[in-house]
């Protein structure tokens, strides 16, 4: 029995080695091996930005990251397994930076003592209590009382007393803070609503009173 000398042996990506670029597919890290063959410096390097020129073209949201023609290069470098002797317009990464590990960034774990004022609270209060005496820090006391009472009001009762939110104020400010004895908050309105974000007194009913006034307003 012959055998077919003319058959074409078909490979599968899952039968080669895995790519560590695959956003330039295997065409381009053949081409950087064979650039590696090149003898001559000068046309290794000329190569090499013509190679460069082709993963632009092929990866072009590249170009929506700072400083993308030094990646391009770096990765030009890193498909070469860093065995690259070429003049090229950046410096050659170092392995050992593509395995560092990225930095740690530290979390919060202080407990947040009063929730429904939330964790920027104390930072706002700490600058508050640094400011001098004077009309600038009353301004900014009041400011501050109000927004407590929006909060406290979502997040707690229907209604609260201002003795109440300057006490708090104190409180949290290690007392550094003396609220004014003549402070007055401004009234609250009967419309206004401080419902919890996501939430609605009338659930499921907007929609519908939203789908009649329409209605109304086609007539």
Same mark, same amino acid.
Do not use: C
């Given at each position: 029995?012959?055998?077919?000398?003319?058959?074409? !042996?078909?490979?599968?990506?899952?039968?080669?080695?895995?790519?560590?670029?695959?956003?330039?597919?295997?065409? /381009?890290?053949s081409m950087v091996e064979q650039l590696k063959e090149?003898?001559?410096?000068? !046309?290794? &390097?000329?190569?090499?930005?013509?190679? /460069? !020129?082709v993963m632009e073209t092929l990866n072009p949201q590249? =170009?929506?990251?700072?400083?993308?023609?030094?990646?391009?290069?770096? =990765? %030009?470098?890193?498909?070469?397994?860093?065995?690259?002797?070429?003049? $090229?317009?950046?410096?050659?990464?170092?392995?050992?930076?593509?395995?560092?590990? #990225?930095?740690?960034?530290?979390?919060?774990?202080? #407990?947040?003592?009063? *929730? =429904?004022?939330?964790? *920027?609270?104390?930072?706002?209060?700490?600058?508050?209590?640094?400011?001098?005496?004077?009309?600038?820090?009353?301004?900014?006391?009041?400011?501050? $009382?109000?927004?407590?009472?929006?909060?406290?009001?979502?997040?707690?009762k229907d209604s609260v007393a201002d003795e109440t939110?300057? $006490?708090?104020?104190?409180?949290?400010?290690?007392?550094?803070?003396?609220?004014?004895?003549? %402070?007055?908050?401004?009234?609250? &309105?009967?419309?206004?609503?401080?419902?919890?974000?996501?939430?609605?007194?009338?659930?499921?009913?907007?929609?519908? *009173?939203?789908?009649?006034?329409?209605?109304?307003?086609?007539?």
């Amino acid at each position: 029995m012959e055998t077919d000398t003319n058959t074409i !042996k078909l490979y599968y990506n899952t039968e080669r080695e895995k790519l560590q670029m695959p956003e330039y597919g295997r065409i /381009v890290l053949s081409m950087v091996e064979q650039l590696k063959e090149i003898p001559d410096r000068e !046309k290794r &390097s000329s190569q090499a930005k013509a190679i /460069v !020129k082709v993963m632009e073209t092929l990866n072009p949201q590249v =170009h929506t990251q700072d400083n993308y023609a030094h990646k391009l290069w770096d =990765h %030009l470098y890193m498909m070469a397994g860093y065995d690259l002797d070429i003049d $090229a317009p950046f410096p050659a990464p170092a392995p050992e930076e593509r395995s560092a590990r #990225p930095m740690v960034i530290p979390i919060e774990k202080n #407990p947040i003592r009063y *929730n =429904h004022y939330g964790r *920027n609270i104390e930072s706002i209060i700490d600058l508050i209590a640094s400011e001098p005496e004077g009309e600038v820090k009353q301004a900014l006391i009041r400011s501050l $009382a109000t927004y407590m009472r929006q909060q406290y009001l979502i997040w707690n009762k229907d209604s609260v007393a201002d003795e109440t939110i300057f $006490a708090d104020i104190e409180k949290i400010s290690g007392y550094r803070i003396k609220v004014p004895s003549d %402070l007055e908050l401004s009234k609250i &309105s009967s419309d206004s609503n401080f419902s919890r974000p996501g939430f609605t007194l009338n659930p499921g009913g907007g929609r519908k *009173n939203q789908r009649k006034g329409n209605r109304k307003n086609k007539r």
